[in-house]
């Protein structure tokens, strides 16, 4: 499955997706997308920003040719990692990226080269100090905008990146329901709205605002709850307490599940039929209620 995400100021943003492309396909799904954005805002995207594996160099002077600009990533060879390696010091620049998070101190160098299939020059930045061995190779079209500015900008898909790992191991996103591609795009969509579901619900929770789902389920929803029946009111004595009238009147339990600070969290009250055989029932029937 491929998925774009893109957005500007005028525009906003825009997700699209497809579950059921081959891989003969995935070359041309770059244009697709931009076909796709040039639909739907009236004016083609302003940047197009994507994995180096998703097209091809004869799909980027097309998308040049069209006037769009493009940021994507080089494949390191071992000739341009040898220039690269025996440049001065003084040719790599240092820079702060306003972001959060580590490696905000890289070390660019940028060149003009040229590109087997693409007609213009392209810009070329070598990025350094970003931990690991070899430097980071960003290619681009545009050759206006600063290189800080560029490689914050290609740091931005790592969040989205960071976001799927996160519904891998929450949701097992990578094991769907169903082999049938049909089915996929609903099992993707449904994973969306969950992931959504976990953001709002950790948002009121101190220290847990950035927590992945997986983690929230283990720390706060894969639990269980006592639920104690009694024929009269009375004050809960465990997470989840409910109280049965003995009259025909229906029921309304009132669950109080201890929230992170330790207070208790606002009640949710439910309607069940009454039964009039439990005013006979013992004074304090428990059952286990699972709530995971």
Known sequence: MLTFFAGDHASGEMVYAGADITKTEQA???IAFADYWQAATGTDPSLLVFDSQLTTYKILDELHARGITWLTLRQRGNKQLA????????AWKHHTIDRAGRYRHPHLHQDTITLNGVAAPVRQIAVGNLGRDQPTLLITNGHTTPANDLFARYAEPMLIENELDAYISGFSLNALSSSVSLNVDLDTTLTVVAGNLYRLFARNLPRYQHAT?????????????????????????????????SSS????????????????????SASHPANPDRQHQPQSDSCTENRG
């Open 249 to 268: 009147t229906p029921a309304s339990p009132t669950c109080n599940y201890p929230s992170p600070g330790g207070k208790a969290a606002p009640s949710a």
């Open 83 to 90: 220039r690269l390696a025996a440049l001065p010091a003084s």
């Open 213 to 245: 789902p997986d983690t929230l389920w283990r720390h706060f929803l894969d639990d269980t709850g006592t639920l104690r029946i009694t024929p009269k009111a009375s004050p809960p004595t465990s997470p989840c307490a409910a109280t049965i009238p």
């Open 28 to 30: 041309r799904q770059i």
